[in-house]
């Protein structure tokens, strides 16, 4: 498979804030890159770049095999964050206004389909409601048939249904083979849509990797989950970091940790047990959770 993306010592500097610290990677074609990090993490800024829309303070991005350029760049498709639709446009008329801006568009009606547009054609697009708006944005990244997606946070602030509907599109995109790169601070999405994920905190991967392989290096077990004030200041004899009001515990055995935390008398009322997930591995790497 080729690397449609491929980057060296990228960096971006705001006066003489880091905000993208010298990353070097790439991403291969087909595959589902998931940049995943906090709020200020460097993840806009870094898409930003690979799009062509801020330009690097030092690094070198190469797209489709060459260094980035106006015409390797017509193959990409970008869904922005906030993009402005024009007022009193219905949502097919938005399509084809878009569409006119290309040589060689795609069929409108093949992104009718796989985005689910059919019943809010005629809707004005002020109307819709967050997850049509989603769907639209996503249609109008596809319009110039890119081989190469970006979806930066594509499903911040919508619901969870509407949030599960919009990643079977990304999973119907993702079957044609094109390749996507999707940031998010949703842990969750990423482990379900991303076959590869770079994990950022303050402009620089703290880990990279496909999500089940990352997670196996690092959670030998399984994570028990407590609410903070249970310890009552003990200290655990397992290791453990704190979240929030919670604290996890990481155990190679469920059974051995457990008895060690009641042998210590701490209370277990609304305990849960769970896999580790990327949430949680963000919090081992960085002792921080994602949510502040
Ligand atoms: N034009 C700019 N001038 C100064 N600082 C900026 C500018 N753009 C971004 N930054 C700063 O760079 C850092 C990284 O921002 P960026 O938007 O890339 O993060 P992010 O991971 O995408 O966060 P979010 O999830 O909130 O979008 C932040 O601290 C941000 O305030």
Same mark, same amino acid.
Request: aromatic fraction near 6%; hydrophobic fraction near 40%.
């Given at each position: 498979?080729?690397?449609?993306?491929?980057?060296?010592?990228?960096?971006?500097?705001?006066?003489?804030?880091?905000? #993208? %610290? %010298?990353?070097?990677?790439? +991403?291969? =074609?087909? +595959?589902?890159?998931?940049?995943l990090g906090p709020?200020?993490?460097?993840?806009?800024?870094?898409?930003?770049?690979?799009?062509?829309?801020?330009?690097?303070?030092?690094?070198?991005? /190469?797209?489709?095999?060459?260094?980035?350029? /106006?015409?390797? @760049?017509? @193959?990409?498709?970008?869904?922005?964050?906030?993009?402005?639709?024009?007022?009193?446009?219905? #949502?097919?008329?938005?399509?084809?206004?878009?569409?006119?801006?290309?040589?060689?568009?795609?069929s409108i009606e093949?992104?009718? =389909?796989?985005?689910?547009?059919?019943?809010?054609?005629?809707?004005?697009?002020?109307?819709?409601?967050?997850?049509?708006?989603? @769907?639209?944005?996503?249609?109008?990244?596809?319009?110039?048939?890119?081989?190469?997606?970006?979806?930066? =946070?594509?499903?911040?602030?919508?619901?969870?249904?509407?949030?599960?509907?919009?990643?079977?599109?990304?999973?119907?995109?993702?079957?044609?083979?094109?390749?996507? #790169?999707?940031?998010?601070?949703?842990?969750?999405?990423?482990?379900?849509?991303?076959?590869?994920?770079?994990?950022?905190?303050?402009?620089?991967?703290?880990?990279?990797?496909?999500?089940?392989?990352? &997670?196996?290096?690092?959670? /030998?077990?399984?994570?028990?989950?407590?609410?903070?004030?249970?310890? $009552?200041? @003990?200290?655990?004899?397992e290791p453990y970091?704190?979240?929030?009001?919670?604290? =996890?515990?990481?155990?190679?055995?469920?059974?051995?940790? !457990?008895?060690?935390?009641?042998?210590?008398?701490?209370? !277990?009322?609304?305990?849960?047990?769970?896999?580790? $997930?990327?949430?949680? !591995?963000?919090? /081992?790497?960085?002792?921080?959770? &994602?949510?502040?």
């Amino acid at each position: 498979m080729s690397r449609i993306i491929e980057v060296a010592n990228l960096r971006k500097q705001f006066g003489r804030f880091t905000a #993208v %610290d %010298d990353l070097s990677f790439s +991403v291969t =074609e087909g +595959v589902c890159f998931g940049l995943l990090g906090p709020n200020g993490a460097g993840k806009t800024t870094t898409i930003e770049m690979l799009e062509g829309l801020v330009k690097p303070s030092r690094g070198e991005i /190469k797209l489709f095999g060459e260094p980035a350029n /106006k015409k390797n @760049r017509q @193959r990409i498709g970008i869904q922005f964050q906030n993009t402005s639709l024009q007022d009193y446009l219905r #949502v097919g008329e938005t399509l084809r206004l878009f569409a006119s801006f290309y040589a060689a568009p795609a069929s409108i009606e093949d992104i009718i =389909e796989l985005c689910n547009l059919d019943d809010i054609l005629g809707k004005d697009v002020r109307m819709l409601s967050g997850g049509q708006r989603q @769907r639209l944005l996503l249609a109008l990244a596809l319009v110039n048939d890119p081989d190469l997606i970006f979806l930066d =946070e594509p499903t911040t602030g919508l619901d969870p249904q509407a949030r599960r509907n919009f990643w079977h599109l990304i999973d119907a995109i993702k079957q044609r083979g094109k390749t996507i #790169v999707l940031t998010t601070h949703y842990m969750e999405e990423a482990q379900m849509l991303c076959d590869d994920v770079a994990i950022m905190d303050t402009g620089k991967f703290i880990a990279r990797g496909k999500p089940e392989v990352l &997670l196996a290096e690092h959670f /030998k077990g399984m994570v028990i989950e407590l609410p903070k004030q249970n310890l $009552n200041g @003990r200290n655990l004899t397992e290791p453990y970091a704190e979240n929030g009001d919670k604290v =996890e515990i990481y155990c190679e055995q469920v059974e051995s940790s !457990l008895s060690r935390l009641m042998q210590q008398q701490v209370p !277990l009322t609304g305990m849960q047990v769970k896999q580790a $997930n990327l949430e949680d !591995l963000f919090l /081992k790497l960085t002792g921080h959770g &994602l949510r502040g």
